[in-house]
């Protein structure tokens, strides 16, 4: 079902490297994989020139769909584009280190989201916003910890003294909460509860920094004993939890399937072999949908005819302290279907191909590559052509594009499956 029939013609039930050559061709030429960044290197969530949709505010930054984007970017091998991207991530963090140092004192409660570290900002004055929101997640703080991990062990990036300084103040307030045990908002800035998914992050970024500890300053008393007993616990509660999203007995937060769970698959690899087809099983025979793939079930946000019951400043607020009022207007099997994930599930079946050359995980891996590429907007969106929306929603029965078009993240994941989509082909 491609929203822009130019692509079906691009396709083929097998690719050589000369086939996704011409699609990447195609694409760059389209500015599909074109990512705007700020002057400071960093991204905003979505990029958009019609200026009645700054009412979204995804012209702001989000450390999590940063640190996504910039991974891309460490995928194709642009390290400078990665660097000047965590380096201004880290220099936002020196600059309110507070929230960090008063939450891990004892100074700060860190119940209350808005005294802890902020994971949504204004990118461009490096400034935190006045608004309320929901910044604890946990999640956010360990993808940041897992990219500059990565970054310095491959020696793409020099550890210095500010960078160390915000990841010893980030593993330090990670224990100081308990993460493993903690209720956060997670991936999805919503209603706070003890999920795998956060958990998860944060046990890949520790791991990553327990194997390069001796770059860490010994003052910060940060040891490798403090990090091997945290993830110990990171382990201890994912195996618990695994392959559900949360257990937790209350029925408003418990959930079995989430579709952020497919993260510890890739880019992470946190998760055994067996519990990763296990949760790429659960999204795909759960969540997915003919346009994308649901988030989880029962999710409210962009419902059916979303944008006819509520009001613009109403849509992308924060609500984890209410669901109420959005879970109101859900009906099942009217979650919007999202366009992040299918990209992320080609990557694993071709991840998984180049290991077990089994034909139907490289069946699998170019039916999401398609999927993927289906959901690329039509000539005549209103948002523009052959752009990645965060979803489709039901307006008036029929599935459309959201406002949030296009997402920066749903791009960057479409580029790193056309990049495995590659390797697969040239293998």
């Known amino acids: 079902m491609f929203q822009n029939q130019r692509l079906e013609?691009?396709?083929?039930?097998?690719?050589?490297?000369?086939?996704?050559?011409?699609i990447e061709h195609f694409l760059t030429e389209a500015k599909t994989f074109e990512f705007p960044k700020l002057h400071n290197g960093l991204f905003p969530a979505a990029m958009s020139l019609q200026p009645e949709l700054s009412y979204t505010g995804?012209?702001?930054?989000?450390?999590?769909?940063?640190?996504?984007?910039?991974?891309?970017?460490?995928?194709?091998?642009?390290?400078?584009?990665?660097?000047?991207c965590l380096r201004s991530l880290v220099k936002f963090y020196i600059k309110y280190e507070h929230r960090f140092i008063d939450c891990i004192a004892g100074k700060a409660d860190p119940s209350d989201v808005m005294q802890r570290p902020h994971i949504r900002f204004d990118g461009v004055n490096l400034q935190e916003l006045p608004e309320?929101?929901?910044?604890?997640?946990?999640?956010?703080?360990?993808?940041?910890?897992?990219?500059?991990?990565?970054?310095?062990?491959?020696?793409?990036?020099e550890a210095t003294a500010d960078v160390l300084q915000v990841v010893s103040h980030i593993i330090a307030f990670l224990s100081s909460v308990n993460y493993w045990q903690e209720e956060d908002c997670g991936h999805w800035e919503e209603a706070k509860k003890v999920e795998a998914s956060s958990i998860g992050v944060v046990v890949a970024g520790l791991k990553i920094w327990q194997s390069i500890h001796p770059?860490?300053?010994?003052?910060?008393?940060?040891?490798?004993?403090?990090?091997?007993?945290?993830i110990d616990h990171g382990q201890s509660a994912l195996d618990q939890i695994l392959p559900a999203e949360c257990i937790q007995d209350d029925p408003e937060i418990n959930r079995r399937y989430d579709a952020a769970l497919l993260f510890l698959v890739?880019?992470?690899?946190?998760?055994?072999?067996?519990?990763?087809?296990?949760?790429?099983?659960?999204?795909?025979?759960?969540?997915?949908?003919?346009?994308?793939?649901?988030?989880?079930?029962?999710?409210?946000?962009?419902?059916?005819?979303y944008k006819d019951k509520l009001a613009p400043e109403q849509r992308t607020t924060e609500f984890a302290d209410d669901m109420s009022v959005r879970d109101a207007l859900w009906k099942p099997?009217?979650?919007?279907?999202?366009?992040?994930?299918?990209?992320?599930?080609?990557?694993?079946?071709?991840?998984?191909y180049s290991q077990t050359k089994n034909p139907d995980d490289l069946s699998q891996q170019i039916f999401y590559f398609h999927r993927a590429l289906s959901q690329l907007t039509a000539d005549d969106c209103p948002w523009g052509s052959l752009l990645g929306p965060e979803s489709y929603f039901l307006e008036k029965g029929t599935f459309i594009p959201?406002?949030?078009?296009?997402?920066?993240?749903?791009?960057?994941?479409?580029?790193?499956?056309?990049?495995?989509?590659?390797?697969?082909?040239?293998?």
């Open 132 to 157: 309320k929101w929901a910044h604890a997640q946990n999640d956010a703080l360990g993808y940041l910890l897992w990219l500059l991990g990565r970054m310095i062990a491959d020696q793409k990036m």
């Open 215 to 230: 770059q860490l300053p010994a003052e910060s008393g940060i040891s490798l004993e403090l990090m091997n007993t945290m």
């Open 58 to 84: 995804y012209q702001n930054v989000w450390l999590r769909d940063n640190i996504h984007v910039a991974h891309m970017h460490f995928r194709i091998g642009n390290y400078e584009i990665v660097e000047n």
């Open 266 to 305: 890739y880019p992470l690899q946190v998760v055994s072999e067996t519990m990763a087809r296990q949760i790429v099983s659960d999204v795909t025979t759960r969540l997915q949908g003919d346009y994308g793939i649901k988030r989880y079930l029962g999710d409210s946000y962009w419902c059916a005819d």
């Open 333 to 352: 099997d009217e979650e919007a279907q999202w366009c992040i994930f299918d990209s992320i599930i080609s990557t694993i079946y071709g991840i998984w």
């Open 9 to 22: 013609g691009l396709t083929h039930s097998r690719y050589t490297v000369e086939n996704l050559q011409k």
């Open 402 to 427: 959201n406002d949030i078009t296009p997402l920066l993240w749903t791009q960057a994941n479409l580029r790193i499956a056309l990049e495995q989509m590659k390797a697969t082909a040239s293998s």
